[in-house]
């Protein structure tokens, strides 16, 4: 197993409809397989991520969460996490409070993963995140902060306009025990502030993978800044055509959108299992 094929989801196999087309999952699951050592890395949690790739089965493990998790892509037992220390996760959490931002907290509470949020400080991004994924048995709307950040929290995410969000990333984009991100939500006006532990990346479960794998190669694909990381550590990646032009700028090449099936067509051409 020489080369370990690495995707973002949302931008860049997903089109702007959220779905993998039929092309680009038929094409990439005869290649699984065929024997190609291929699987995803998302912001997506592994339930939200099976659901909308449906079309794909990975043989190998999945990277979730920005790379808080590695998952069994057939059981969801996570195989690799990075939570917040207790400490860590209250300073995140005070931070927070001080520049008064509501945010969604994800947790595992006796057993079970959990998307706490305060509801009477829902914004039109939370509602319309909240709006996409109806049914969620993780959903926890509070009607205070009082268990907002109980359990093992991974993850923070703040919606909303970038001025706001900006003086928190700013004391955090350094931090020695965080991980933060600030971008564009896909095809909206609002800006999402993600916050993980240090160790959560795409870039270390991919190397994490790649070792207990055997692999000697990576190449990756994706469209965001929270791609950059993988990227960093990759031998090949590629961004897709409607990329940021910060990971353009990173890659060693430009491919197809993810509207025309870019990454499939370039695995049909290039990739050897």
Not at 76 to 91: D, I, L, N, T
């Amino acid at each position: 197993m020489a080369t370990l094929y690495v995707s973002d989801l949302d931008g860049t196999l997903l089109n702007r409809n959220h779905e993998i087309s039929a092309f680009s999952a038929g094409v990439i699951q005869n290649l699984i397989e065929k024997g190609l050592p291929f699987t995803y890395a998302t912001a997506r949690s592994f339930a939200s991520a099976r659901g909308v790739a449906a079309g794909i089965t990975p043989r190998l493990p999945v990277i979730v969460n920005n790379g808080a998790f590695i998952v069994d892509s057939a059981t969801g037992v996570p195989m690799f996490s990075a939570y917040f220390q207790e400490e860590e996760k209250m300073a995140v959490a005070g931070l927070l409070d001080r520049y008064r931002l509501y945010p969604l907290v994800y947790s595992h509470q006796d057993g079970a993963e959990k998307v706490s949020w305060i509801a009477a400080e829902e914004n039109e991004g939370m509602r319309y995140y909240i709006s996409q994924r109806k049914g969620d048995k993780r959903f926890q709307p509070l009607s205070s902060s009082e268990r907002l950040y109980a359990g093992e929290v991974f993850y923070f995410t703040c919606i909303g306009e970038r001025e706001k969000l900006l003086p928190v990333y700013e004391a955090l984009r350094d931090h020695p025990h965080c991980q933060c991100l600030l971008q564009q939500e896909l095809y909206r006006d609002e800006y999402w502030c993600e916050i993980m532990p240090k160790p959560a990346t795409k870039a270390n479960a991919i190397l994490k993978l790649k070792e207990e794998l055997g692999c000697t190669r990576v190449v990756c694909f994706g469209d965001g800044l929270n791609d950059l990381s993988m990227f960093a550590i990759a031998d090949e990646c590629y961004a897709v055509a409607n990329a940021v032009e910060a990971l353009k700028a990173a890659a060693t090449g430009t491919i197809g959108a993810n509207s025309e099936d870019g990454v499939a067509l370039w695995l049909r051409q290039y990739a050897t299992s």
